[in-house]
């Protein structure tokens, strides 16, 4: 799903355990997409062994994604400076460290501390992975490889639902953390023992823009908490006036530095340009999306219904592969019909399907709307990519790609966010409003999106423009 910034290097000659390297790094970036989709089913029974209130289980979540997001430019920067093979050892030791730390919490404080580490590992780890796929690798090879590291986004998302519910209802929820542990530390030998000693690729090394970094993960930090807090302090308190206020302050700053810094972490001049700031836009609307519907789902299965964890993964296993489906089916279509066209459809997909269990909230209206809406938002992610990336020149690939991840992470933080707040009376009550009011805010988000997809992308391209589907 995420394709951190790359810079795209030919190897002289292959190496003979490419093939085998991929494998072993497919799986660590496994590990890191399913820690969204598999804590968010165990979310409910780690409130109730540590005594949580609805916030820390909202940053349980956005602590990852906001940490992953704001610093995986970062990442990729450190990858330039100092060589691959260094940075994804110390990002799988790291996550690894970080998994171990997370289980074993007993308070709110350790959990989402852990959680921050959990994403300073995952934005170490997953830039720096994605560049030696590509340097590994050359030619036809490459473009295989590269379909393998981006399937892993759907397959992701169906083994983290199956996989949160076994962990949870078996050994218990530390170990959605702990699995983490030996898979990283055994694929971390083995890479140590089989990726070449590469220096950095680039001869004129970028320099670290740590202020970059600060400035965009602080502002975020500040949005989120402000969607977090409105919850039960309102959407109109001072409280949450003063920290929007503080992250548009701080975006500013960032958009500024960047323009004036040596080496920024961000070419913002691209944003403007309409492909890329749409990719990001529906990116975000994807992922803010789908992250929101597993929110609801998986306490409206355990709080309100009564379900175990086990039975809430297999409720979500439609759900998963209703997303691949729709991707698939996208990534064929996608020459043919063009982006914009599809783009309506998938978000005014997800809104009627959005729409079914606001209307009418039972087991069977809430696994059927869901899945339907799944289908609409698994379009939106290949629609995202092939806008922002099909129209770029070869050398801005990297940069672009890099703004879409990004956008990707932080759009899991803001869903977990706005819906946590919208849905508070359900989380922390007996009462259904909140998850009517949550699914209708998330139906109506996604048509105003599917309005704002007609104006703003851009019309079908020449047929050899489009990326080929993966």
């Known amino acids: 799903m995420a394709q951190p910034e790359v810079r795209q290097v030919s190897p002289q000659e292959p190496h003979p355990a490419r093939w085998h390297i991929l494998g072993f790094l497919g799986v660590a970036q496994l590990m890191l997409i399913l820690d969204v989709t598999v804590v968010a089913i165990a979310l409910p029974h780690i409130g109730t062994d540590l005594e949580l209130g609805r916030e820390a289980l909202t940053w349980t979540v956005s602590a990852y994604t906001l940490t992953f997001g704001g610093l995986m430019l970062l990442g990729g920067r450190i990858t330039d400076l100092v060589g691959a093979k260094p940075v994804v050892l110390a990002g799988l030791l790291l996550f690894a460290v970080a998994s171990l730390v997370t289980g074993l919490a007993g308070s709110a404080g350790l959990l989402v501390g852990g959680r921050v580490a959990q994403g300073v590992g995952a934005a170490l780890l997953s830039p720096s992975a994605l560049s030696l796929v590509v340097a590994l690798f050359d030619g036809e090879e490459r473009n295989k490889a590269l379909g393998v590291w981006s399937a892993l986004g759907g397959g992701g998302a169906a083994l983290g639902v199956l996989l949160g519910g076994l962990l949870t209802a078996g050994p218990g929820w530390s170990w959605v953390f702990y699995v983490n542990v030996p898979i990283g530390l055994v694929i971390a030998a083995v890479l140590a023992a089989l990726l070449p000693a590469r220096p950095a690729t680039s001869a004129d090394r970028p320099r670290l823009d740590a202020l970059g970094a600060i400035l965009v993960t602080s502002s975020s930090a500040s949005l989120i908490y402000a969607l977090i807090a409105a919850g039960e302090r309102g959407w109109l308190s001072a409280l949450t006036g003063w920290l929007v206020l503080a992250a548009a302050v701080g975006y500013v700053l960032f958009v500024l530095w960047q323009r004036r810094a040596r080496s920024p972490l961000m070419d913002v001049r691209m944003l403007a340009r309409r492909p890329v700031a749409t990719g990001a836009f529906l990116i975000l609307m994807a992922t803010a999306l789908m992250i929101a519907v597993f929110f609801l789902g998986t306490f409206y299965f355990q709080h309100a219904v009564g379900y175990g964890a086990l039975q809430a993964g297999l409720l979500f296993l439609p759900v998963a592969l209703a997303t691949m489906l729709g991707a698939h089916l996208t990534g064929r279509m996608l020459g043919r019909w063009g ?10 997909v997800a809104a009627i399907g959005l729409a079914v269990p606001a209307v009418s909230m039972n087991t069977v209206s809430v696994v059927l709307g869901v899945a339907v809406a799944a289908a609409g ?47 508070a009376a359900s989380l922390v009550g007996t009462t259904l409003s909140g998850f009517t009011n949550g699914f209708i805010v998330a139906a109506a988000a996604a048509a105003v999106g599917a309005v704002a997809a007609a104006l703003l992308t851009p019309g079908r391209t020449n047929r050899q423009n489009q990326p080929h589907p993966s």
Request: cysteine-free; hydrophobic content about 55%.
């Open 377 to 423: 938002t698994g379009a939106m992610f290949v629609i995202a990519s092939a806008t922002a990336l099909g129209q770029v020149a070869p050398h801005e690939a990297g940069i672009a790609s890099g703004i879409v991840s990004t956008f990707h992470e932080f759009g899991a933080s803001i869903g977990a966010a706005v819906v946590s707040s919208v849905a």
């Open 339 to 348: 982006g914009r066209r599809l783009a309506v459809a998938g978000l005014t």
